[in-house]
């Protein structure tokens, strides 16, 4: 298997994993904001005062969303490089992504940039597809 395609199918598995953070920031918010909401059946706060808590928990509800939607746009920008890889296309791109698919889940995403890097050549071949 060519060099090139290691680096896109490591690159997409990667990049998949920044929309599973994603994920799991949104359902962390959904959990913490149903557990902890004064209005809630399940509400666990105790005897903290409702301003001092809304404010606590406005900012977390943004802090999480803000770490989710910037693992999902690196698991974005992973998966087109991956894509693009895939086709020996843009290399700049291709490389880019397995980058930020080294972001969002390091041990795939460093083998994918090492594919990628090494791809290269194949890269600036003309292809018959």
Do not use: H, Q
């Amino acid at each position: 298997m060519e060099r090139a395609k290691l680096g896109g199918i490591f690159s997409i598995a990667s990049g998949a994993f920044g929309f599973l953070y994603l994920g799991f920031a949104l359902l962390g918010v959904f959990i913490f904001n149903s557990i902890f909401n004064p209005e809630s059946s399940l509400f666990l706060a105790g005897e903290i005062p409702p301003e001092e808590f809304s404010d606590a928990m406005s900012f977390m509800t943004i802090y999480c969303i803000a770490i989710g939607v910037f693992y999902g746009l690196l698991g974005l920008l992973g998966i087109i490089g991956g894509i693009y890889a895939l086709k020996r296309k843009y290399w700049g791109l291709a490389l880019a992504g397995s980058i930020a698919g080294s972001i969002t889940f390091f041990p795939c995403g460093i083998v994918a940039v090492i594919f990628t890097a090494m791809a290269k050549p194949e890269f600036d071949m003309p292809t018959t597809n």
